[in-house]
C-alpha cells in the first residue's frame, strides 16, 4: 500500500540486481509492491534500509500486546479485500489510471474524483469514493500511512 522505496545512493550497486530500480540523478527509488514480495519478501536479508526500518503501527500493536496476532491477519486480510474490490470497481466502471503501483493508482483515482464536478459522479463512482476513503482510514488507523 506504500507507494514507493526511496534508496540510498550506496544501496543503488546491489539493489539494482535484485529489483527494477528507476534511478534519477543518482537517487534510486522502487515501486510497491516490490517484485521480489509474493507471500514474503524474497530479498529480506538484503532488503533496503527504508523496509528494514519501517514498522507499521499494526505490527507495533502486536509487538505491545495491544493487538493479538490472528486479529491482526485478520486486519491484512480485510485490507486485501478492499483492494481486490476497489481494483474490481476500477475495471467495471472502465477507469484506467496507468501506474504499476496501487498505491499511485488510489493518488490518481483520487486527484480525478477532486477535478469532476459531484453531478457528474453515478451511484458507482461514488461507492469507489467511499470505498476509497474506508480504505485510506484502515491504512491511517491501522497501519500509520495514508493515501492522502
Do not use: W
Request: overall charge negative; charged content about 30%.
Amino acid at each position: 500500500m506504500i507507494g514507493f522505496v526511496q534508496l540510498d545512493r550506496e544501496e543503488l550497486p546491489a539493489l539494482t540486481e535484485l529489483v527494477d530500480v528507476d534511478n534519477a540523478n543518482g537517487e534510486g527509488f522502487f515501486l510497491q509492491p516490490c517484485k521480489k514480495f509474493c507471500d514474503g519478501c524474497t530479498i529480506y536479508s538484503r532488503r533496503p534500509k527504508q523496509c528494514a526500518r519501517f514498522n507499521c503501527e499494526l505490527l507495533k500493536s502486536v509487538e505491545q500486546k495491544e493487538l493479538d496476532y490472528d486479529s491482526a491477519v485478520e486486519i491484512v486480510e480485510e485490507l486485501k479485500q478492499r483492494r481486490i474490490s476497489i481494483e474490481k470497481q476500477l475495471a467495471l466502471l472502465q477507469i484506467e489510471i496507468q501506474s504499476q503501483s496501487f498505491y499511485f493508482k488510489m493518488v490518481g483515482l483520487k486527484n480525478l474524483f477532486q477535478k469532476s464536478e459531484p453531478a457528474s459522479l453515478t451511484q458507482n463512482h461514488l461507492n469507489l469514493k467511499s470505498d476509497l476513503e474506508q480504505l485510506d482510514n484502515l491504512l491511517s488507523k491501522r497501519f500509520g500511512v495514508s493515501i492522502f
